[in-house]
């Protein structure tokens, strides 16, 4: 089940999600197991920014029916020590590493991108211009043309694959996919969390400590094969599907919609080698409808 | 190799359903009992995610959907396995699920997580104190500890006498309830802020309500007392994935899973238990 | 916990959902049971369109976790069958009766708006340019001017209470908020459902006899609390809120994020008691934090 | 009122709680019977919509969430009310966790719904085909026809022996299937054409996978025999409030939960099972 992915070949179509595994702290937890079974076949980072960033105040997260709200907030430690601390871990690896990256003004994000350019333990790079949980994040990737003066200015900087991860909170993500196909783009990925709220029982106060969050997990799945149909219509470049994938009938879902890959978030939280599993069921699936999603 | 590494025991890889051996009530607590035939023995302090192995949902507003912590209360040697126990206080549609399984029915761990609790210092004295469900990780850490040169002070406050039958899961234990149903009359606290006066040095150990835990943490930085807490947060995973379960420290945001759930008093602050919490009853 | 709405006295703030209750099929189901204990405090017909709908083909239903995926596309008798044949029967109903219409022109929406202004039975109308399953709903209803130059027309056509429901399928939903406000609405309502998709498994065809639908049900409520929240904050007046509502707290909840009514759609579907149940429960709970989303 | 008014018991508005008072096996299918203490006798041919009264969800895919509709197999009235059987097939999640109830737990319904079969004509005699599961409304049918003039004739079919074990739900069946492992081998539909042959004009009343609903519409056409079938559609609610159970008819798409389930075989078309179906097995 070898699949090829912008020039990368990798073993099977499951990815992890960026932001929801943590392959150095899991290291810790589970020790060398990690490695011998590695459930995704790339690695993508958490988003990266340039500076570092201590995230949203606690509380995080809230439980939804089939779902979660989340307001993390990016916590990283920003690009000097991602570099340091992160990369030569990330480096070693079985799967190809992709760098998420993110930028609050067009100039930090060619940093970021002209900066990972150079470095070969990276094997591609997803552009985060869809975090719910930040005023910069959702404004950029919900506007085609933002997105094309952003990629105008960054493409340039690397030959390495790029993939723009699009905000489903828009009107219209295939004209952002439209105008990221346009403008350079490798790849898009899709989708980011969905713009939610909780508040504390009894009060007209936000639950969360970021005021409003993100929803992941299999509540938003339908909302996920819808845009990722749409944007399969609109563009030829290949689409990293996610969004509440938690079975291998699932991920076939995403894939039938459009999707190369499959990116597994919420669904490691409740096992971390849900990725391996995923894959093993869409193997037997596939296996059992050849013509499917066929890559 | 850092100072906690001993105090944390690493898990097995993804998520392996037990089978469940044994379940007892003890007033307002649930006592699930699973055979773990595949996992190491835990830490006293550590951690584990639950869930049932079916029907984990559908409850209460549809949920439970992400698994729940429970720090272990016992881990005994038994003839097939590791037989793990828990504690559970039934407050939402997790808990309720979990208080209401079966004998021979299926219980998915995923664990042990977390870093647990480092041995007393030398010529301290451990003096453990519990709040409401909070007596959990008690339980282990007072089976492990050696008796000798000190035998552990065990301090327990409960809400009230339903709750007070949960003492029982450890021995010699003096039990405060806020209603005066049973033992003294009032916070653990009081009867902490006694037993630090008496003997040699102590070195407190404590798991309870984030008031609770305040309460001990200013005591024993006024007694300059070294302690150990063992804290609670939302959690979605267990195991560093979500950075979802942070609570405020010295050395800023930390992920309570992974460099907790025991923490060092001193690397608290005021903000530490100022953050809207799980609820936990005393 | 009798509230006021837009002028009219409702006995509890309870209402139904456009398109999920159709009181006279459940009259022949249920019999004289529905009147005597109607479970809304008004009842809101299914969206009127000025010419007879069959609606799409099936397969119209697919269920979710925790949430339902619909293309029923709006079946409906057109105007001149539902003054005729729908509106003696909802008039007899023991509660104030709310019109919902669309129309796939202005001209179309005001020739509805100018008909129902004229007939005593009707107590309010709801605008639907948010259904996410006809081309012109979800075009109209996305863009703060559309909804302006339509509100234009045909506000000066009634005295009525004029209620616009938002699609929640927009990037920014306060924004047609602010504008639906500013040309004169007296309340808006959301969410409508959110697009989504589902396929037929193990094929790339999609499930839906319309393609693509609408999610609802508890799996969309957090981001309906997060719209509700942001109208709250751009307009001042009142909102009806629904999306996923299934008890007292929830419905509490999307009440403490700034609507004045909430409205029970799919979770009638489970129970076709549910929205009695959810104002019981709602009583109750206000009872207990009386300071809470106080109307 | 209309003609069918007569097959249309009307439902308690609501849903309510009953207890499960036995649980039977009958080969691949389960028999559900609960005790009905507030609703009213169905007609045969109408339904309910049912649920597990706890745990209805967090199966495969996180399903199910909706209720799921039951074809009545039997009721009779018992010592504390009414007995209502359901033969239930496990092809689901939703099917899957009726199955697996056991007795005393809660099954939540709403019911009786829909329109049931009407008699069958002066001098016709009626002739009941059912395939797998949809035999089931044919029970409390063949239950319910008086014996005289004529006896009902019952032709059933099924894939497997496994399946054919559900014939005996019925008195007198004859049985096809579909590997020859029991009674005749080949489709039910060869047993009716027989039929059609012999005595006196038939009525027909059939239940079953779209297939076998077409092939025996086709059937009674060439035969002009009247036929009444008992259709299927995905349902939401089962009282007309969703609009999403339609099925293409000569009037046009109409709701079955509302106009249906059973349908005169004459208001058909080419079209009526030409619908992505629910998968019945024959
Ligand atoms: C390290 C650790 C060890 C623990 N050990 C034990 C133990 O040994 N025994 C024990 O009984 N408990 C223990 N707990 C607490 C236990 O994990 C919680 O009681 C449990 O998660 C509650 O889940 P629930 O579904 O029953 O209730 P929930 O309703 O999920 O949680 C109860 C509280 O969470 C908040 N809440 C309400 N709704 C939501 C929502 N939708 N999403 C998120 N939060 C919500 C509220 O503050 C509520 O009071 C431990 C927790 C941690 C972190
Ligand atoms: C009037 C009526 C009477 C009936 N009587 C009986 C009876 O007496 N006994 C009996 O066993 N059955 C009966 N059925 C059928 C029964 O309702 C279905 O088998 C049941 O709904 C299946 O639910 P499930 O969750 O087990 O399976 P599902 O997976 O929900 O349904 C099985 C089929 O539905 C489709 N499907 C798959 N996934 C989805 C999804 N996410 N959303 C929607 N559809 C999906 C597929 O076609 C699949 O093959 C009756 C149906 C009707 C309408
Ligand atoms: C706790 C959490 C943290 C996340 N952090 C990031 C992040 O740092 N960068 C990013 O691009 N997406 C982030 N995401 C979004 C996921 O990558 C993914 O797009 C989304 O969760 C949908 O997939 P899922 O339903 O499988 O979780 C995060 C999601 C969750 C739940
Ligand atoms: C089956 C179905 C039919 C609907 N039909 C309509 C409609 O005709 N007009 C309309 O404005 N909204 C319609 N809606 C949207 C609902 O009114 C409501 O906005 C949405 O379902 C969210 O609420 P819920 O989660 O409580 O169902 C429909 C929803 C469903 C599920
Ligand atoms: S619970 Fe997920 S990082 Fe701690
Ligand atoms: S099932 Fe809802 S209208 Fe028939």
Known sequence: MSTLFCGLELEHPVINASGTFDAIAAQRVFGDALHESFPFSAFVSKTVTLEPRQGNPAPRLWELPAGLLNSIGLPNKGLEGYLEQDLPALAALPVPLIVNVMGFTREQVGKLISTFARRGEVAAMELNVSCPNVETGLIMGADPEEVSRLLTLVRPLTDKPLIVKLTPNATDPAAVAVAAQDAGADAVSLINTIRGMALRPGTDQPWLGGGTGGVSGPAVRAIAASQINSVRAAVSIPIVGMGGVASGADALELLDAGATLVAVGTESFRDPIAGARVAAELDVLRARTPFSGAS | ?282
């Open chain 2, 1 to 282: 190799m850092s100072a906690g590494a001993a105090q944390r025991t690493r898990a097995p890889f993804g998520v392996r359903s037990l089978r469940l051996s044994g379940r007892s009530e003890h007033g307002a607590y649930v006592v699930l009992r699973a055979t773990d035939l595949d996992g190491p023995p835990p830490q006293p302090g550590q951690f584990y995610m639950l869930r049932t192995s079916r029907h984990w949902g559908a409850g209460t507003g549809e949920r439970p959907f992400l698994p729940r912590a429970f720090s272990v209360l016992r881990a005994t040697p038994g003839g097939s396995g590791l037989e793990l126990e828990f504690l559970i206080e039934a407050v939402g549609p997790g808990t309720e699920r979990l208080a209401e399984l079966h004998e021979g029915e299926g219980l998915t761990v995923l664990g042990p997580l977390g870093a647990g609790f480092k041995p007393p210092r030398t010529g301290h004295r451990p003096v453990l104190v519990g709040g409401g469900v909070g007596i959990a990780p008690l339980a282990i850490w007072q089976d492990e500890l050696q008796p000798a040169p000190f035998a552990a002070v065990v301090l327990l406050g409960f809400r009230d006498a339903e709750h007070a039958a949960g003492a029982e899961l450890l021995s010699g234990a003096q039990v405060a309830t806020d209603d005066g149903s049973v033992g003294h009359c009032g916070l653990v606290t009081d009867l902490l802020d006694a037993e630090l006066d008496a003997g040699p040095p102590a070195e407190v150990y404590a798991c309870g309500p984030p008031p609770m835990l305040e309460a001990v943490r200013r005591l024993c930085v006024e007694r300059a007392a070294p302690a150990q807490l063992a804290l609670e947060a939302g959690m979605a995973c267990g195991f560093g994935a979500c950075f979802g379960c942070v609570v405020p420290t010295a050395r800023g945001l930390i992920r309570l899973c992974l460099e907790g759930p025991v923490l060092d008093a001193g690397a608290l602050t005021d903000e530490t238990f100022s953050v809207p919490a799980m609820g936990h009853s005393g």
